[in-house]
């Protein structure tokens, strides 16, 4: 299994490279970016393509990185106070038994406590 995954990734490859090839002979023509009276070198259009789609995954990596640190913060906040909550609970608990065992306890009635007297 592993190695038909490692021929699928292989292949995925080599198809990724010859579109690369084909896109960089098909778009061979040179040109210039203009902006108001600004202009860029000369270069191939492949070229161009290739800064673009560069750009374009590195502001794609960038905003997911903020969404994947605000999410890692939102779970140690939350580790935290869920360990706070479990210690709560757990004084909670035991202050909850100590009441209930002192509740429970059987008392001695007066007639039975020395010194009383029965009538």
């Known amino acids: 299994m592993r190695a038909l995954r490692t021929l ?3 292949a995925l490859f080599l198809f990724a490279m010859l579109l690369g090839v084909l896109a960089f002979v098909d778009n061979s ?3 210039a970016l203009k ?6 070198p000369t270069l191939s259009l492949y ?3 290739l800064g673009t789609l560069v750009t374009g995954i590195a502001i794609g990596w960038l905003a997911a990185s903020v ?4 999410a890692k913060v939102a ?8 360990a706070a909550s479990t210690r709560d609970l757990a004084v909670s608990t035991r202050e909850l038994t100590r009441v209930r065992d ?6 001695t009635s007066a007639a039975e406590e ?3 007297t029965s009538g």
């Open 8 to 10: 699928a990734i292989g």
């Open 29 to 31: 023509s040179a040109v």
């Open 35 to 40: 902006f108001l009276d600004w202009q860029t």
């Open 47 to 49: 070229w161009w393509l």
């Open 67 to 70: 969404t994947v640190v605000r």
């Open 75 to 82: 779970e140690r906040r939350a580790t935290r106070e869920l």
């Open 102 to 107: 002192v509740a429970i306890a059987p008392r």
């Open 114 to 116: 020395p010194g009383a």
